[in-house]
Nanobody, 117 residues
Framework: QVQLVESGGGLVQPGGSRRLSCAAS????????MGWYRQAPGKQRELVAT???????TYADSVKGRFTISRDNAKNTVYLQMNGLKPDDTAVYYC???????????WGQGTQVTVSS
């Protein structure tokens, strides 16, 4: 089994910063993609950012320039540094580990990020 442990969520002031972490354990294929999705109440789940084993990154337009995704391959951990947080960033953030072949996605339980004054 693959286990994903997320941490770092919480309440933050608008304009503030927060760092999310997701540590993967179990049978993880090294050549994977890790990333973050988020879902706000009443809205569809949306991509936030992804990062490949090589370090190649992808960001949603809404967070580009404010969020930075990184990974520590030795620890199988992915991070999301969130700066300049806005109320619209409020959502449950889900960690993703994607095995490319055979294709399979593993999801964390989610961590709540609330941006409010």
């Amino acid at each position: 089994q693959v286990q994903l442990v997320e941490s770092g969520g919480g309440l933050v002031q608008p304009g503030g910063s927060r760092r999310l972490s997701c540590a993967a354990s179990g049978s993880i294929f090294s050549s994977n993609i890790m990333g973050w999705y988020r879902q706000a109440p009443g809205k569809q789940r949306e991509l936030v950012a992804t990062i490949a084993w090589s370090g190649t990154t992808t960001y949603a337009d809404s967070v580009k320039g404010r969020f930075t995704i990184s990974r520590d391959n030795a620890k199988n951990t992915v991070y999301l540094q969130m700066n300049g947080l806005k109320p619209d960033d409020t959502a449950v953030y889900y960690c993703l580990v994607r095995r490319p072949f055979p294709r399979n996605d593993y999801w964390g339980q989610g961590t709540q990020v609330t941006v409010s004054s």
